[in-house]
């Protein structure tokens, strides 16, 4: 079992950063891949980044691409999400997942725990 829980949201103006947070607790964390994902107003939750579980594989989706970076501290058991140069469209509610084995996956379906999210709004 892994519980999620996922800080550090709020109101950014267009071009600025924010850095998202995800504390985890249990003992698999460290053997797991983890990632971000969100979901707009109206629209189906997206994968933005995921990170292997040792850290040394990443993956962005195209839209994030050179502004986002996944990094994770298995010692304290936290996945970061560091955001730059945001934008309008970045808006939306940011989950943080665990997926069900080491290696990174984009889809929704690889991931077996969830957090309960956090707000991002971008004011342009």
């Known amino acids: 079992q892994v519980q999620l829980a996922e800080s550090g949201g709020g109101l950014a103006q267009a071009g600025g950063s924010l850095r998202l947070s995800c504390a985890a607790s249990?003992?698999?964390?460290?053997?797991?891949?983890m990632g971000w994902f969100r979901q707009a107003p109206g629209k189906e939750r997206e994968f933005v980044a995921g990170?292997?579980?040792?850290?040394?594989?990443?993956d962005y989706a195209d839209s994030v691409k050179g502004r986002f970076t996944i990094s994770r501290d298995n010692a304290k058991n936290m996945v970061y999400l560091q955001m730059n140069s945001l934008k309008a469209e970045d808006t939306a509610v940011y989950y943080c997942?665990?997926?069900?084995?080491?290696?990174?996956?984009?889809?929704?379906?690889?991931?077996?725990?969830w957090g309960r999210g956090t707000q991002v709004t971008v004011s342009s």
């Open positions: 997942a665990a997926d069900r084995t080491t290696g990174v996956h984009t889809s929704q379906y690889q991931y077996a725990y």
């Open positions: 249990g003992r698999t964390f460290s053997s797991r891949a």
């Open positions: 990170i292997n579980w040792s850290g040394g594989t990443t």
